[in-house]
C-alpha cells in the first residue's frame, strides 16, 4: 500500500496557529503533525507517502527533506493553485505505482485506528474505496445502506441533499466522515476533467454505479486538531 497525506490546506481555523507556520508543522506533544502521520503511516508498512504541500510550502518541503525517513516521502507541490482534495489527488498521481491500494489520510487527524485492519478489510469487501466514518455529531453525514454502501450525502445545516441511490437514501444511516480512506489504483482513472475539486463529489458520483463502502471507525482515539479547542485538548492528552 502507499499512502497521501493531505497537508496543503491554509488551517484558517487555527489562525493563531498558521498565521506564521502552515498547519502540518504545527506541534502536539513535541513533534508536528506532519511527522506524526509519517510516523503513523510507516508503522502500518506503506511503501511510499506522497504529501501534498500549499501554505507555507516551503517549510513543508525543507522540513521532509530535512530528516531521513524510512521510506520515500515525495511532495506534490500546489503552492500555485490549491487544488482541494480530489484535485491534490489527481495531481500528485504520476508520482504513484498505479498497482497498489492508495491510502489518504488528513494531516490534521489524530487516530489510533489500525490501518493495517483497514486495509484487510477494504481489500475483502471488493470495494473501488472504503471511507472511515464515526458516530458523531457534525454538520455533514454520508449515508450508507445495511451493507454500508455509499447512497448519498446529507448538510444538517441547509438540508442540502445528494442522492447515489434513491431506493436506499431514506432509510439509510448517517455517519460522520474521518478523513481517512482507501482507494483502489483504478480510482485514478475516475476523476473528472477539471483540475480543482472535492473528492467527496467523485465518491458520490461513482457510488451510483461502483462498490464506494464504509467502515465504522469505533477505536478510541479520533481527534480532528484543525479545530482550536481539539488542538488545545490534544495537546493536553499528548503532553511531554
Given at each position: 500500500?502507499?499512502?497521501?497525506?493531505?497537508?496543503?490546506?491554509?488551517?484558517?481555523?487555527?489562525?493563531?496557529?498558521?498565521?506564521?507556520?502552515?498547519?502540518?508543522?504545527?506541534?502536539?506533544?513535541?513533534?508536528?503533525?506532519?511527522?506524526?502521520?509519517?510516523?503513523?503511516?510507516?508503522?502500518?508498512?506503506?511503501?511510499?507517502?506522497?504529501?501534498?504541500?500549499?501554505?507555507?510550502?516551503?517549510?513543508?518541503?525543507?522540513?521532509?527533506?530535512?530528516?531521513?525517513?524510512?521510506?520515500?516521502?515525495?511532495?506534490?507541490?500546489?503552492?500555485?493553485?490549491?487544488?482541494?482534495?480530489g484535485g491534490g489527488l489527481k495531481k500528485a498521481a504520476p508520482l504513484f505505482s498505479g498497482n497498489q491500494p492508495i491510502?489518504?489520510?488528513?494531516?490534521?487527524?489524530?487516530?489510533?485506528?489500525?490501518?493495517?485492519?483497514?486495509?484487510?478489510?477494504?481489500?475483502?469487501?471488493?470495494?473501488?474505496?472504503?471511507?472511515?466514518?464515526?458516530?458523531?455529531?457534525?454538520?455533514?453525514?454520508?449515508?450508507?445502506?445495511?451493507?454500508?454502501?455509499?447512497?448519498?450525502?446529507?448538510?444538517?445545516?441547509?438540508?442540502?441533499?445528494?442522492?447515489?441511490?434513491?431506493?436506499?437514501?431514506?432509510?439509510?444511516?448517517?455517519?460522520?466522515?474521518?478523513?481517512?480512506?482507501?482507494?483502489?489504483?483504478?480510482?485514478?482513472?475516475?476523476?473528472?476533467?477539471?483540475?480543482?475539486?472535492?473528492?467527496?463529489?467523485?465518491?458520490?458520483?461513482?457510488?451510483?454505479?461502483?462498490?464506494?463502502?464504509?467502515?465504522?471507525?469505533?477505536?478510541?482515539?479520533?481527534?480532528?486538531?484543525?479545530?482550536?479547542?481539539?488542538?488545545?485538548?490534544?495537546?493536553?492528552?499528548?503532553?511531554?
Open positions: 500500500m502507499e499512502a497521501m497525506i493531505f497537508a496543503a490546506g491554509l488551517g484558517t481555523r487555527l489562525l493563531d496557529e498558521t498565521a506564521d507556520k502552515p498547519k502540518a508543522l504545527v506541534e502536539v506533544g513535541g513533534k508536528t503533525l506532519l511527522e506524526r502521520t509519517i510516523d503513523k503511516l510507516y508503522e502500518t508498512g506503506v511503501s511510499k507517502i506522497v504529501v501534498n504541500v500549499h501554505h507555507f510550502a516551503e517549510r513543508v518541503t525543507d522540513f521532509i527533506e530535512s530528516r531521513k525517513w524510512e521510506i520515500p516521502v515525495l511532495v506534490s507541490d500546489e503552492r500555485n493553485r490549491l487544488l482541494e482534495t491510502l489518504l489520510y488528513n494531516v490534521d487527524i489524530l487516530s489510533d485506528l489500525s490501518l493495517k485492519a483497514l486495509l484487510e478489510i477494504h481489500k475483502q469487501s471488493g470495494a473501488l474505496a472504503t471511507l472511515c466514518v464515526r458516530e458523531r455529531e457534525t454538520l455533514r453525514y454520508f449515508k450508507f445502506n445495511r451493507e454500508m454502501q455509499l447512497v448519498g450525502w446529507i448538510n444538517k445545516k441547509t438540508g442540502e441533499t445528494k442522492i447515489s441511490r434513491g431506493s436506499d437514501f431514506e432509510n439509510s444511516r448517517e455517519l460522520a466522515f474521518s478523513g481517512i480512506q482507501i482507494i483502489q489504483p483504478e480510482f485514478l482513472n475516475y476523476l473528472p476533467a477539471e483540475d480543482r475539486f472535492s473528492i467527496v463529489k467523485v465518491y458520490l458520483e461513482l457510488a451510483k454505479t461502483k462498490t464506494i463502502k464504509g467502515f465504522l471507525d469505533d477505536s478510541g482515539l479520533w481527534m480532528d486538531v484543525g479545530k482550536p479547542a481539539e488542538l488545545e485538548a490534544a495537546r493536553k492528552r499528548f503532553s511531554i
